[in-house]
């Protein structure tokens, strides 16, 4: 059975710094695209970032890029993301997802999720 299970949230003040990680156990995510997603209250899930286990490429939204880092720990099998300079539309429920092939942004696109990490930046 594929299990996601992120954790690291939290709440942080603007400018603050968090990561979250996401433990994958249950298959070979090898030939895998890893996602992180976002839903702030009352809105659709967001794309912020993702990246292919298999050679690490990353994709970033342009929201968080150059402050929002993902990478992967294959002996871990565990996916992080870095989140530096936090704002405060940063504020949202955050999720991993797993999917076959290469990273995709739809939501829809993804087989599995993890139960979501909270992350609130203050003003």
């Known amino acids: 059975q594929v299990q996601l299970v992120e954790s690291g949230g939290g709440l942080v003040q603007a400018g603050g710094s968090l990561r979250l990680s996401c433990a994958a156990s249950?298959?070979?995510?090898?030939?895998?695209?890893m996602g992180w997603f976002r839903q702030a209250p009352g809105k659709a899930h967001e794309f912020a970032a993702g990246?292919?286990?298999?050679?690490?490429?990353?994709y970033y939204t342009d929201s968080v890029k150059g402050r929002f880092t993902v990478s992967r720990d294959n002996a871990k099998n565990t996916v992080y993301l870095q989140m530096n300079s936090l704002k405060p539309e940063d504020t949202a429920v955050y999720y991993c997802?797993?999917?076959?092939?290469?990273?995709?942004?739809?939501?829809?696109?993804?087989?599995?999720w993890g139960q979501g990490a909270q992350v609130t930046v203050s003003a």
């Open positions: 990246i292919t286990w298999s050679v690490g490429k990353t």
């Open positions: 249950g298959r070979t995510f090898s030939s895998h695209a």
């Open positions: 997802a797993a999917r076959q092939g290469i990273v995709a942004v739809t939501p829809t696109a993804y087989d599995y």
